[in-house]
DNA sequence: TAACTAGGGCAGGATTGTTGACTGATCTAG
DNA sequence: CTAGATCAGTCAACAATCCTGCCCTAGTTA
């Protein structure tokens, strides 16, 4: 019953592509086998228990975490139009319009019709909208400020570099631009 | 029902607890309102391209992530019993009955009878469901070494005690558990 | 023997996601 | 100005995944 194979595999814990990097050597242990393993558990349970934190309050809203998507994006891209959110958070215009109808109808969500582009709905959220998605992101702070403050502003930035690595192309063009958006609206701390 | 406070805060950038810890000073800005929003981003964006990674394969042979999650902590838990993955997946056995059904039946986990006590399944991994995780496996860790890579070793380190820290203590108890098994198993690399 | 526990199973429903096709409004290029 | 492309909303039908309750069997434990 046993495969050998397998069962040795898992067991090797072969570095990948042992000294093709310079200052490299025996400090490429963290690419082991077991170290990829163990990422793996990292994101399941981060992530599980950080999506978590603001169930409590959706259900009572009788929304789910596709509502909290939305408002988050929405509240972090005021403005954008419905095609573009389609594309934040890949999935299809029919769940989308779900949740995007109940929202607008309970009057957390704004649509205006677009200057330039007419055909386009620009999404906003509401002064309730807004107080929702802060109600939503609390829970989340909570646990993400801890685990900051604990770790420390190095851990951060590292946290910051592996998760941008793990992410698509697509998806760190747009963290980028949100950041240079960012830093524009507030320019005393940013860099250049 | 509009909260006029909710829309001023979220422009507002005030740290946290400005000066409670000692060695912290002007550094503690990383603990911002927008490093906040940004890490959430962060955790949507890494997630989401990070189990899409496999899914082009649990699709070919009519699976779900629900299994791949479920094949994931039995070969990191083989001998596991049916509530204690329970337990780690935090869903319902229903849910899980389901996706573990399919699994069995198309010989990917094996179940055998507890010894101690004989009213517990314990699920292994079948040589074919070995192959299988290594399958979805190999797709993720693809985007992990990359990331891993780029980022170095120290931003690793980072990057784990972050996401630890915000995860629930169990995972994190959990998460020691394991990690403590595999050094016992391997106890070259290791410390102690 | 009685009470508890591990696991399986069923009924019924909610949420979130999919594909595909169609409509309407608007923009753009020839 | 017309033809075609694009943005958005909508419908139907379906599938995956999750949920709450409830009941059952087998085995453990007091």
Redesign the pocket.
């Given at each position: 019953m046993p495969d050998p194979k397998g069962a040795a595999a898992a067991l090797d814990p072969r570095p990948p592509e042992p000294k093709s990097h310079a200052a490299a050597g025996a400090s490429l242990l963290f690419l082991r086998e077991e170290e990829m393993r163990a990422a793996q558990d990292l994101l399941f349970f981060a992530y599980r228990d950080f999506t978590n934190a603001a169930d409590v309050i959706?259900d009572e809203l009788?929304?789910?975490?596709?509502?909290h998507?939305a408002l988050h994006f929405i509240g972090r891209n005021p403005g954008i139009?419905?095609?573009?959110l389609?594309g934040l958070?890949?999935?299809?215009?029919?769940?989308?319009?779900?949740?995007?109808?109940t929202l607008v109808e309970q009057g957390y969500v704004a649509?205006t019709?677009?200057r330039?582009?007419?055909?386009?709905?620009?999404l906003t959220l509401t002064p309730a909208g807004q107080a929702l998605e802060r109600r939503l992101f609390e829970r989340q702070r909570e646990r993400l400020v801890a685990a900051y403050r604990e770790a420390g502003a190095q851990a951060v930035e590292g946290f910051r570099r592996v998760m941008r690595g793990i992410m698509d192309e697509a998806a760190r063009a747009y963290l980028d631009r949100t950041e240079a958006v960012a830093r524009e609206a507030r320019p005393r701390a940013g860099s250049r």
């Open positions: 959706l009788g929304m789910g975490r596709a509502h998507r139009a419905v095609g573009d389609l958070l890949r999935i299809t215009k029919q769940s989308l319009a779900r949740v995007l109808t649509q019709q677009g330039a582009d007419r055909r386009q709905r620009l």
